[in-house]
């Protein structure tokens, strides 16, 4: 049960101070879980994807006036996400780790049956496709948004989704199972 | 991948396995229009229950246990600080006064040509005798602060390399301290309240600079050096604020603690790195 009722599409703004903290605090308390796994299965490290979670978090308690229909709350969040995650791969293209040597690469994950999978082989896995595949995949995954509402998030044609969605999916049956 | 691609299996394909998308009308009309396929029902049957698996092993994922407490007090401190603090608030206003007082000057500094001329004149040779300088300062065991300055400068523009990544404070601290790498025991309180990003040890001309990359909250990256002051001919005295300007298209800080000068080269604003170092 969340822990703020959802408004009605017309409801207006909450009202100003500690109504309005408790009103974003639960918020993010209902969304932070998801939006937590998309951070990671974009980023792939854990510690990257809490950043990007905080920053999403910090971004909604500056900005949520921006959010005019607070039915689209979820979605709103997610692209302020995904737009961080652009931002930081950005930013952080710059900076590169002497750990980063070939020899101290993690061995690809062996092929496994979706049937089977596991938490971090689903995330490793997803973490194989090309960026804009794995953006709509893992949106879809997470079963939060539907593919209208993924169009809307990543600013992409409807049919353009859909089509990203077939291609990704063949993608990740090669990678789960080789031999089909 | 297969490239080729037909609508209404596009179609199918998209809907949540969880059957939270039946009602939508595309999604029911490809439904109707695909039935007699029974090739294609099949591959989705099946499609749908391996979805179904990937996405339940997704979602079993949990965060880190702390991760609710931390987001709600980053959420608490961004509401703090939505009202700007008054000091940064005045550099800002000093800022824009200081900038429309120079363009109320430009008119008249421009009529005055054989003036600017000789200015430039003098500037030319007052930047051959500094180049010469430098050359001449490199060669001795002490780096003047210019130097110094340009070099990080460099370092920041080429792209830093850091030999740990960690946010940990602690544990850069114990990787700097194993390294044998400078480091001052006091940072300004928000300057020290920033994340981390990671660390590395520096070699510059003899004399061991160490790097904290620490991230601001848009993720942006600044970048703390520190040296021994016994290596600069002219270090910043302790006494002495930090002073904050811009070199290279860069802000730069710079200032001494105990035996320690530290140099903060960032993107951000001179207002911004002001406020970090107040």
């Known amino acids: ?73 979820k979605s709103w969040l997610f692209s302020i996400l995904y737009r961080e995650f652009l931002n930081l791969r950005r930013r952080t293209a710059r900076i590169t780790s002497l750990d980063e040597h070939p020899e101290h690469e993690p061995e690809p994950h062996p092929p496994q049956q979706a049937q089977t999978l596991d938490g971090r ?34 600013e992409l044609p409807i049919g353009t989704v859909m089509s990203r969605l077939s291609r990704a999916k063949d993608a990740l049956r090669l990678i789960l199972c080789p031999a089909t | 991948m297969n490239d080729e691609h037909d609508p209404i299996r596009d179609q199918l394909r998209a809907a949540r396995p969880s059957g939270q998308d039946d009602a939508d009308p595309d999604v029911r009309a490809a439904r109707e229009a695909s039935a007699a396929d029974a090739e294609l029902q099949e591959m989705l049957r099946r499609e749908r229950e391996a979805d179904a698996a990937i996405g339940r092993a997704l979602r079993s994922v949990e965060p880190p246990a702390d991760l609710e407490a931390r987001l709600l007090t980053a959420m608490r401190a961004a509401r703090a600080q939505i009202t700007p603090p008054p000091d940064l608030e005045a550099q800002v206003i000093e800022a824009v006064r200081t900038n429309r007082d120079r363009e109320t000057l430009a008119p008249e ?39 110094l300055t340009a070099r990080l400068t460099t370092i920041a523009s080429e792209g830093v390399t850091l030999s740990l990544m960690s946010m940990d404070k602690q544990a850069i ?99 911004i790195v002001q406020a970090l170092v107040s």
């Open chain 2, 173 to 271: 601290a114990a990787w700097l301290r194993t390294a044998g790498a400078p480091r001052s025991a006091h940072l300004f309180p928000k300057l020290d309240a920033l994340g981390r990003k990671g660390c590395h040890l520096y070699d510059i001309d003899g004399h061991p600079v160490s790097l904290e990359c620490l991230v601001l909250a848009n993720m942006s990256v600044v970048h703390c050096f520190t040296t021994p002051s016994s290596g600069l001919r002219d270090a910043p005295p302790t006494s002495r604020p930090a002073s904050v300007r811009t070199e290279d298209g860069f802000t730069v800080a710079s200032w001494s603690h105990a035996d320690q000068t530290i140099v903060l080269v960032s993107e951000e604003s001179a207002a």
């Open chain 1, 1 to 73: 049960m969340p822990l703020v009722p959802e408004p009605a599409p017309d409801a207006p703004a909450p009202a100003a101070g500690a109504a309005l903290d408790a009103w974003l605090e639960g918020v993010i308390r209902e969304h932070y879980r998801p939006l937590y796994l998309y951070a990671l299965t974009l980023c792939g490290q854990e510690a990257d994807a809490a950043d990007l979670t905080q920053q999403t978090a910090v971004i909604f308690a500056r900005k949520w006036s921006e959010v005019r229909d607070l039915t689209k709350i």
């Open chain 1, 121 to 154: 082989a689903a995330v490793a896995a997803l973490h194989t496709l090309e960026e804009p595949f794995r953006a709509v995949l893992s949106l879809y995954y997470l079963e939060d948004l539907s593919y209208r509402e993924i169009a809307d998030t990543l």
């Open chain 2, 109 to 147: 500094v421009a009529s005055h040509w054989s003036r600017r001329q000789w200015f430039g004149a003098a500037a030319a040779a007052i930047a051959a005798v500094c180049a010469g300088g430098a050359l001449w300062w490199q060669r001795q065991s002490r780096m003047p602060m210019a130097f």
